[in-house]
């Protein structure tokens, strides 16, 4: 018998490395990718990310990996082999424990979510096209997402854990002058909890996603209206930036580079980011931010869209999980003395639909506080 287990780890690790020959990545590398080919979509947002031109530190054409001369189809692998990684890395949830609120088993997979036609409830109106030749996860490895019934499983999601990576301190200031808000930030948590990029260094979540980012702090800028107002009709929203979280970290819509539910494919660290090449950024709200609340036990703002207005926590009054059946197209609502406002949820779009107010242009334009050349490691 431990001959056989023997035997079949040999094989086993044979396939992985031979899958880990293949081309697919994350959002990180396809936005990479997206500077080098014109078919991709550019991110854009209010918040100009700096220009890497001549510093692509990661592609899918490195000469100095061997391509596999032979294909292996997998038809036989122990699928316990798959659960162990999901249990390894699974991670623990208040929103998810109690039963208020979405069944965190059997959440929506947000990918036939994205429209581009009109804003709709519960779904993301995105300025980009699907783009299914993206570079994305390896979605034989998503485990824990059901293709048939079009749900994924929060439990049995495997998220890198914390460990020695340490990219310094982050900070974070807001003022208001002259009914603008003025927010700096380097990117970097303010509470300090960040995962232990770069993930290649965990070859069984590297299997599964390939970003091989590493966040590095960058100054970032943000000037909002302290007094935002509704726009005519809603718009839709761009790759790249959507605000920025109280936790100094800026915000991404709930989708990859291929316009798929980046919350349920993308590994993720156990504290809600992952990089983008130095970019580190949340596409949905990490709970913990959510530890501050009303009288009447409506969260606090959690952040700032780039249309001014604030997002909030999980609860709305009562203290009550907000879904998606509780907001409106744009994935907010208007109540009492708070104004419009967003609410976190643990469905997809997670944070928003689409901006209620007119999200700021594009003026503002960041610094990369390190050159960053050669430090991101090649993996395939
Ligand atoms: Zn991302
Ligand atoms: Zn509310």
């Known amino acids: 018998?431990?001959?056989?287990?023997?035997?079949?780890?040999?094989?086993?690790?044979?396939?992985?490395?031979?899958?880990?020959?293949?081309?697919?990545?994350?959002?990180?590398?396809?936005?990479?990718?997206?500077?080098?080919?014109?078919?991709?979509?550019?991110?854009?947002?209010?918040?100009?990310?700096?220009?890497?031109?001549?510093?692509?530190?990661?592609?899918?054409?490195?000469?100095?990996?061997?391509?596999?001369?032979?294909?292996?189809?997998?038809?036989?692998?122990?699928?316990?082999?798959?659960?162990?990684?999901s249990q390894k890395y699974s991670i623990t949830s208040m929103i998810c424990a109690d039963a208020i609120g979405p069944d965190c088993s059997k959440l929506r997979l947000g990918d036939e979510f994205l429209t581009t036609i009109t804003p709709a409830k519960g779904y993301l109106y995105s300025c980009n096209e699907k783009n299914p030749s993206a570079p994305g996860v390896i979605v034989s490895k998503l485990t824990w997402v059901n293709f048939l019934s079009n749900t994924w499983d929060f439990f049995k999601k495997p998220w890198l854990p914390s460990g020695a990576f340490d990219p310094g301190k982050g900070e974070y200031s807001e003022n208001t002058l002259n009914s603008t808000r003025n927010i700096v930030t380097n990117n970097l948590p303010l509470d300090g909890n960040i995962g232990?990029?770069?993930?290649?260094?965990?070859?069984?979540?590297?299997?599964?996603?390939?970003?091989?980012?590493?966040?590095?702090?960058r100054n970032m800028a943000f000037a909002y209206s302290v007094t935002p107002t509704e726009a005519v009709s809603p718009s839709c929203v761009s790759l790249g930036a959507i605000g920025v979280s109280t936790n100094g970290v800026i915000l991404y819509n709930a989708v990859d580079a291929r316009g798929e539910d980046a919350v349920a494919r993308e590994i993720l660290d156990e504290f809600g980011g992952h990089p983008s090449q130095i970019t580190y950024h949340y596409h949905f709200i990490p709970e913990r931010f959510d530890d501050v609340f009303l009288e009447d036990g409506h969260s606090s703002i959690v952040g700032y869209i780039n249309d001014g207005f604030p997002i909030y926590g999980y609860q709305g009054v009562g203290g009550i999980e907000m879904?998606?059946?509780?907001?409106?197209?744009?994935?907010?609502?208007?109540?009492?003395?708070?104004?419009?406002?967003?609410?976190?949820?643990?469905?997809?779009?997670?944070?928003?639909?689409?901006?209620?107010?007119?999200?700021?242009?594009?003026?503002?334009?960041?610094?990369?506080?390190?050159?960053r050349q050669g430090r991101l490691p090649r993996t395939n």
């Open 1 to 85: 018998m431990r001959s056989y287990i023997g035997l079949l780890c040999l094989v086993f690790s044979f396939l992985l490395a031979c899958a880990s020959a293949d081309s697919s990545s994350s959002d990180a590398v396809a936005q990479v990718l997206a500077r080098a080919g014109p078919a991709e979509p550019q991110p854009s947002s209010s918040v100009v990310e700096s220009s890497q031109s001549g510093t692509i530190a990661y592609q899918d054409s490195n000469p100095q990996v061997p391509v596999p001369t032979a294909s292996i189809v997998v038809t036989d692998v122990n699928p316990t082999l798959f659960t162990s990684v």
């Open 196 to 217: 232990d990029w770069p993930m290649t260094n965990y070859h069984d979540l590297t299997m599964i996603d390939r970003n091989p980012g590493v966040p590095e702090p």
């Open 323 to 371: 879904t998606n059946a509780d907001l409106d197209i744009c994935h907010g609502h208007d109540h009492e003395s708070l104004g419009y406002h967003y609410h976190a949820t643990i469905e997809y779009p997670y944070t928003i639909g689409c901006y209620k107010g007119e999200p700021v242009a594009r003026s503002q334009r960041n610094t990369v506080l390190r050159e």
